[in-house]
């Protein structure tokens, strides 16, 4: 074999470990999600947003499953140590137990979505690199999908929170939810920090 076939065997292999350690990680955040349901019954703009990346958890973890395949994995594969531990935590964060609201719920799926943005960037990065330009358009909608639906809890979320406080019965400033929404635009649309 040479030298040229065995570094695009770990090429190959190194783009299927980074699928495997996707498809796992957004399966964790699938099963976390689908655990909540409850806590966002009473609120069916939560509802709806849940059902949406529940959805798209679910086409995502099958694309990701289907480009395995089609690179020859298996569905078993192993994740990394670091990707396991950081979903491990991902996931008992939502599988313990408590009396939470529905916006710390949404919180903890912002920050694991968050995760999965940034490991969709390191994926993305890692297929340009072995000119897999399949897995790069996947991933390149995966990442698109996540970012919107980041973008989506951006925006609800102050919402939410008023809700609970209303449905709670406490008293509070009716606009504060639109204070803190202009607050969200205004922080996520300054521009890209840059290096010197």
């Known amino acids: 074999m040479s030298n040229a076939t065995d570094n695009k065997s770990k090429e190959a292999k190194t783009v299927v470990q980074h699928l495997g350690d996707m498809h796992a ?8 999600v689908d655990k909540q349901a409850k806590l966002i019954q009473d609120f069916p703009d939560a509802n709806q947003l849940y059902t949406k990346i529940k959805t798209t958890l679910e086409a995502h973890t099958t694309a990701l499953q289907a480009r395995i395949d089609e ?13 396991a531990a950081l979903a491990g935590i991902a ?12 916006a710390d719920a949404l919180r903890d799926d912002y920050t694991a979505l968050n995760q999965a943005v940034i490991a969709y960037v390191m994926l993305h990065a890692t297929a340009s690199a072995f ?15 996540n970012a919107k639906l980041v973008m989506e809890i951006n925006n ?4 939410l929170v008023i809700e609970e406080f209303k ?9 504060a939810a639109e204070a803190t929404l202009q607050v969200v635009r205004e922080v996520w649309h300054q521009p890209p920090h840059t290096s010197s």
């Not at 609800?156 to 919402?159: D, E, I, L, N, R």
């Open 91 to 102: 996931a008992g964060l939502y599988d313990k137990t408590r009396t939470e609201q529905a």
């Open 71 to 83: 690179l020859g994995g298996t569905a078993g594969h192993p994740i990394k140590e670091g990707v």
């Open 167 to 175: 449905k709670d019965g406490l008293s509070y400033d009716p606009g």
């Open 156 to 159: 609800y979320m102050p919402t």
């Open 25 to 32: 990680l957004e399966s964790h955040i699938f099963q976390a």
């Open 131 to 145: 000119n897999d330009q399949v897995t790069a358009m996947l991933v390149k909608r995966n990442l698109t999908d």
